[in-house]
């Protein structure tokens, strides 16, 4: 492969340079078309395939990825190799049949981005109305997988998809962590021109503060996600939108503001959800199901559950309750542990702690977000 040439201040020779990067193009070209012949020879190793869901393995990407970290050196940043490569990988997996990932629609949410952020632009977003929705479009097979929201690092958790899996069979194979960036989107030449935003709940309480200080008396409109208020701003004169780039992409607004949100750590973290427990991939987060038939006895039923990690010395990075739904003041646990269930020390933790549970549930254990 050429190398650049060191920058010493001297002229440099434009059309001799505009030759050397057709000649590293023409080589970065044959080298991916390289790897897309060894990804289907792997297609073809494994038999007739029905899709690509019967050969992609998440772990497997997430060690590619990690590596393609360790080794660059820049001047691409390490985000933006990241994003090259996600893409290289996401053609490579579609040359037979792309797969298929459904997400909390409609088009133009957070959501979509997180999707094309894990699993590239080369697969096919299915866009539906409600978590449940992409939960059951998984659980039958018309999604290969699913993404859906999990937490806000400012408003919490969204209970409705950790509700989901008191019933769904359904396990955890990834994590996805995105900056959430709100902008003011909307057709009208001014801030004045607004009389109403609308937007999802959870956006306008992530941008009260700028909303309150610059647009003190608009019509705040709280609706099912921010998509549906873009395509509200895209069809009313005088409504305005929050939103994603994305977002203004697809339906043609302009962003009016940039980074209306309150604080710059704004961020969400989505669950993708498939049919099969992952092997490890070497930096791995499990997340659990656990209860007791007496979790109402108070705070010494939790300390109990949390034994087995204390003497082990798993690091448990989150707990949540939630109600059970079999009887009043009856909870549930959900409990994000670092490591592979299927992995010591946390799998004879975790052995210990199912004997002691009367509900007991390995949700999935993935690799850790890689951004």
Known sequence: MAKAPKDDGSSIDLAAMRKRIDDVDRQIQSLINERARYAQQVGISKGKLASAVDYYRPEREAEVL???LARNEGPLRDEEMLRLFREIMSACL?????????????????????????????????????IDEVFQEVESGAADFGVVPIENSTEGTVNNTLDMFLTSPLKISGEIEMRIE?????????LQKIKRVCAHEQALAQCRGWLREYLPDVELIGVSSN????????????????????????????????????????????????????????????????STSDTGAGAGVLHTLLQPFATTGINITRIESRPSRKQNWDYVFFLDLDGHAEE?????ALAELEEMSSLFRVLGAYPKAVS
């Open 66 to 68: 990690r590596a393609v």
């Open 227 to 290: 998509a549906v208020g873009a395509r509200r701003a895209r069809d009313e004169a005088d409504t305005a939108a929050i939103g994603s780039d994305t977002a203004a992409e697809v339906y043609a607004l302009k962003t009016l503001v940039n980074n209306i949100e309150d604080r710059a750590d704004n961020a969400t973290r989505f669950l993708v959800i498939g049919r099969k427990l992952l092997a490890a991939s070497g930096e791995d987060k499990t997340t659990i199901l656990v």
């Open 182 to 190: 709100q902008h003011l989107l909307g057709k009208m030449e001014s």
């Open 94 to 130: 579609a040359q037979q049949e792309p797969l298929k990932v459904g997400f909390l629609g409609p088009e133009g949410t957070f959501t979509q981005t997180a999707v094309y952020k894990h699993f590239g632009h080369s697969v096919r977003a299915l866009p539906f109305g409600t």
């Open 344 to 348: 010591m020390p946390l799998s004879g």
